[in-house]
């Protein structure tokens, strides 16, 4: 099979990324290598995600691309897969306006990748195979990780919370976990291949094991993780704040290897939002889980949050609970969004839906405040040292390393390639907004 490559191209949340290294372990079982040129491959893999705004523009455009070399080289394999293709009117419109492309499934199949090129390269078929929900949870598939010294690990697939503006519920399906003793033996296995640093995944991780009624918790995985040698730091995403219990709160000042930063969207200042939103918390409520993680941290925990600027029937009052929240919780980074309709969830019907222009205004004003408390934060690293996990050369400027410290942030310095995959202490030199730099010191 010499000379077969395959192009993956993901888009979306590293829940996305984990199942593209999945699909890129499933083709290399098959006996296909990677290439960076699309021109150069036998099957092109595009990963798609539903969840950011014009979502399905940036796939079509991406897609109408491919179109030539689909005619160049009719042996070339176009599969599509992921969140979007579990929506009824993206399929339709695939197959009107894109009839070439080879392969649709869906989030629910990828194990199935394999059989399915086998029928097109075989049948010379176009084949659409998405499944409605899960059939059970699949152990044992490769995966080609992006590191060999951090791993991804799915704890947890589809989420039961049905935020009424989100699509993942309608497209990952419902919740179920995979059992403690399958995780616990990956981690196993991937610390003897080198991993040092693992990131648990689940769209909603606190509430592991709960729909399938296991023993164990979330929290009790972690400890059994803690235990495992070689595993140097422990990360989780996401948590739902309905769902941190005081047991996690407390890990995270027993546990030495968890990580000192927390991922945990927020989506409103606002109650009163935030009910319309059906989250099943209030401000107070996040704002106690907040005041308890840095109680039982002495305050060294980063927290980072997403957010939604414009929901319908924000006013201004609830927005400005928003930037409040944000002067108060003072977050170490954000991800913000506008908020969009996604065809087919709860507020698509809401009729109070606000204007673009009101929406970017108060989204600059949240990213103001969002800055400026970075760089307060940032700033205050000068002179500290930091665990820094050295992930490779920074993109910017091919002499410099990049890494990343317990809490999340990333350190820019220079060093020599052979640290890379190596947790170094690091002296910070500067704290700039979206990043720090540095210098490898000695340890103190
Ligand atoms: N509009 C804007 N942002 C959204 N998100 C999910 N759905 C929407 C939407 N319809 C954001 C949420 C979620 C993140 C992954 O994407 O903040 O936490
Ligand atoms: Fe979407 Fe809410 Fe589930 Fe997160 S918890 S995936 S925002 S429905």
Redesign the pocket.
């Given at each position: 099979m010499d000379g077969r490559f395959y192009y993956i191209m993901t888009f979306g949340?590293q829940m996305n990324e984990h199942d593209s290294e999945i699909m890129a372990g499933l083709l290399e079982q098959m006996g296909y290598r990677e290439t960076t040129k699309r021109a150069e491959a036998s099957i092109i893999l595009i990963n798609t995600c539903s969840?950011r705004e014009n979502a399905d523009k940036r796939f079509f455009g991406t897609l109408g691309q491919l179109k030539r070399l689909k005619k160049e080289n009719s042996d070339l394999i176009v599969a599509v897969c992921g969140c979007m293709m579990q929506q009824e009117h993206i399929i339709e419109t695939i197959k009107k306006k894109y009839g070439w492309v080879d392969i649709i499934f869906g989030t629910h199949n990828i194990h199935t990748l394999p059989e399915l090129i086998n029928r097109v390269i075989n049948d010379r078929q176009r084949i659409i195979d998405v499944w409605e929900e899960h059939r059970g949870v699949f152990e044992g598939l490769p995966s080609k990780r992006l590191y060999p010294f951090k791993a991804f690990v799915n704890i947890t697939f589809g989420c039961n919370n049905f935020c009424t503006?989100?699509?993942v519920p309608y497209t990952r399906g419902r919740e179920r976990s995979r059992k403690p003793e399958d995780i616990l033996a990956e981690v196993k296995r991937l610390a003897e291949d080198g991993v040092k640093e693992i990131t648990l995944l689940g769209q909603n991780v606190n509430s592991y094991g709960i729909a399938d009624g296991f023993e164990k918790d979330f929290t009790d995985l972690i400890y059994e993780i803690n235990k495992i040698d070689g595993i140097e730091r422990i990360r989780f995403m996401t948590s739902h704040p309905k769902d941190i219990s005081d047991k996690l709160i407390k890990a995270f000042g027993e546990c030495e290897k968890l990580a000192a930063h927390i991922h945990l969207?927020v989506?409103s200042g606002s109650t009163r939002v935030l009910t319309r939103m059906n989250r099943h918390y209030t401000r107070e409520d996040y704002l106690e889980a907040v005041r308890k993680l840095k109680e039982v941290t002495d305050g060294n925990i980063a927290i980072t949050t997403?957010?939604?600027v414009g929901f319908p029937g924000e006013t201004e009052e609830d927005f400005e609970e928003t930037l409040s929240l944000f002067e108060q919780v003072k977050y170490d980074s954000a991800?913000t969004?506008?908020?969009?309709?996604?065809k087919g969830t709860p507020a698509e019907k809401f009729e109070d839906q606000i204007p673009e222009t009101v929406k970017h205004e108060r989204f600059n004003r949240l990213r103001n405040v969002l800055d400026v408390g970075m760089a307060e934060i940032n700033k205050a690293y000068e002179g500290r040292i930091e665990k820094v996990l050295v992930e490779g050369r920074s993109a910017r400027n091919k002499s410099t390393l990049t890494g990343r410290t317990s809490s999340m942030k990333i350190v820019n310095f220079e060093g020599k390639p052979d640290l890379i995959g190596r947790i170094v202490p690091v002296k910070i030199t500067e704290g700039k907004t979206y990043s720090l730099f540095g210098e490898v010191c000695d340890e103190v």
């Open positions: 949340c969840i503006y989100c699509i969207p989506q997403d957010v939604i991800f969004f506008l908020y969009s309709i996604r």
